[in-house]
């Protein structure tokens, strides 16, 4: 059934100068499911996350939000219903947090000022960030332009939230307060696809794990059974590596 | 009467010969700023279409390319020709049309110093490409741009002497006169002339430097 699902991507494919980086990828994601793209560099997992919202514009396949297939025609309104997390941040940076967190709201939703303001602070203060409303993206940590960035994306009450490599631009202790807030958004039932190397977060929070390879989906399931069993031998080997380094 | 007699007496005329430079100024660096942002904003983000890019290359690169003085020559006699244009006009015209040359590189490049992950952020937020550059990209292009643009300022006071050749009467001229008519005394009529453009030039660098303190963004530039 496609009726339920927030995120319904099929048959993906996307070429740079010949070089098939998709090789035609589906994957479905339900209302509350948290998937984490994992596999090597080069595997394609960034291009499809982007594909997604068309950052980079597929060259074949479908994408439907909630049941609405994402064009060309449609891609401001379907991508203000997608928050994104960039691996570094792209905070604005001329503004302040609550600015930074407020603009889209009210220039993209049209909402106005007094409740994107209120909504800009409970967001805040989930990503533990509600003192700093007033700071000014470069005065910030890491981690805490990360979580701004998060809230950000939620404040615009997006069906999904797609987050790429979110942490891969932070120091370890940086990176677990943003992970702790990413696993709780999956505990509160936030929809997402987050591409990342954190095993850690992978096995806690994640429904399912998609290992890509070479523009393809190499196996799919509950990262319990990808961790204890998995099918592949390349997918094995995969997690055998970031068990010992991560 | 010796020359600071003079000097007093004629005080106003290079007063208002100052207010005809202020002026001119003030027209043709309106003038490049519609224009050059036009420019600039078409040469980044219009169609790229060779019919739309070419004639703005060549424009920019034309009017960068000719001195201002030969400029000067061929729109108050070539225009002058055809139609009747006063030599103030003129020099507007000329001296604008050539801000508009290098006003446009100076966005350009601000506009090209804000990170692109800025625009691609806004973009996946649903900004439209306007909407983006509107309210995310041109605030910060013009706080990278309001040094550069300094020295377009600052070029401008110093070349609106120039008018002087097609007989505009601003003030070069207005102390030519003096000079002319008390017979000598050059280093003092210029000496009091050059502090004038000094201190309408430091006056109006200070305004510029003020706001641009003003606009920093807090832990980024200062």
Redesign the interface.
């Known amino acids: 059934m496609t009726d339920d699902l927030i995120l319904d991507v099929q048959g993906v494919t996307k070429s740079y100068d010949g070089l098939e980086v998709l090789k035609g990828i589906g994957f479905g994601l339900r209302k509350g499911e948290t998937k984490v793209l994992i596999g090597p560099s080069g595997s394609g997992k960034s291009t499809l996350l982007r594909c997604i919202?068309y950052?980079t514009r597929p060259d074949a396949g479908r994408i439907f939000l909630s049941g609405e297939e994402v064009r060309e025609g449609n891609i401001?309104?379907?991508?203000?219903?997608m928050g994104?997390v960039?691996q570094?941040f792209?905070?604005?940076?001329?503004l302040t947090v609550l600015d930074n967190v407020r603009?889209?709201q009210i220039?993209?939703?049209g909402i106005d000022r007094e409740t994107a303001t209120q909504r800009a602070q409970q967001e805040l203060a989930r990503v533990g960030l509600g003192d700093k409303a007033a700071?000014?993206?470069?005065?910030?940590s890491g981690g805490q332009q990360q979580r701004v960035?998060i809230a950000?994306?939620l404040a615009?009450d997006p069906d999904v939230l797609l987050f790429d490599e979110p942490t891969s631009a932070l120091d370890p202790e940086l990176t677990n307060e943003v992970i702790r807030v990413m696993q709780q958004l999956a505990r509160d039932g936030m929809t997402m696809v987050v591409v990342t190397h954190e095993m850690s977060f992978a096995r806690q929070a994640a429904d399912e794990l998609i290992f890509m390879e070479n523009g393809h989906i190499v196996e799919q399931g509950p990262p319990g059974n990808l961790f204890s069993h998995a099918a592949s031998e390349r997918t094995r080997a995969f997690l055998n590596v970031i068990a010992e380094h991560g | 009467m010796d020359i600071y007699d003079v000097l007093i007496r004629d005080f106003p005329f290079l007063l208002k010969g100052l207010g005809v430079a202020i002026v001119l100024l003030a027209a043709l660096l309106v003038i490049g700023f519609v224009l050059g942002m036009s420019i600039c904003l078409l040469q980044l983000y219009g169609p790229k279409t060779r019919l739309l890019q070419w004639p703005l290359l060549l424009y920019e690169r034309v009017f960068r390319g000719v001195p201002i003085i030969i400029m000067l020559f061929i729109f108050y006699y070539g225009i002058s020709g055809v139609y009747d244009i006063s030599a103030f006009a003129a020099a507007i015209l000329a001296m604008g049309l050539r801000s508009a040359a290098y006003q446009s590189q100076i966005f350009r490049s601000a506009f090209q110093s804000v990170?692109a992950?800025?625009m691609?952020?806004?973009?996946?937020?649903?900004?439209?490409k306007a909407?983006a550059i509107r309210?995310?990209i041109f605030?910060?292009a013009a706080?990278h741009a309001i040094g550069p643009w300094t020295n377009e300022f600052s070029s401008e006071i110093k070349e609106t002497s120039l008018a002087y050749v097609i007989g505009v009467v601003e003030l070069t001229r207005q102390a030519h006169y003096i000079i002319t008519s008390t017979q000598g005394n050059v280093l003092i009529v210029f000496a009091v002339v050059a502090l004038l453009y000094f201190v309408l030039n430091r006056a109006g660098n200070s305004l510029l430097y003020a706001y641009e303190r003003k606009l920093a963004?807090?832990?980024?530039e200062k």
Do not use: W
């Open positions: 919202n950052l401001d309104a379907m991508r203000a219903r994104f960039f570094d792209n905070l604005f940076s001329h603009i889209c220039k993209v939703s700071a000014y993206p470069a005065e910030l960035s950000r994306a615009m | 990170p992950g800025q691609m952020a806004a973009r996946a937020m649903g900004m439209s909407k309210h995310i605030p910060q706080r963004v807090p832990g980024f």
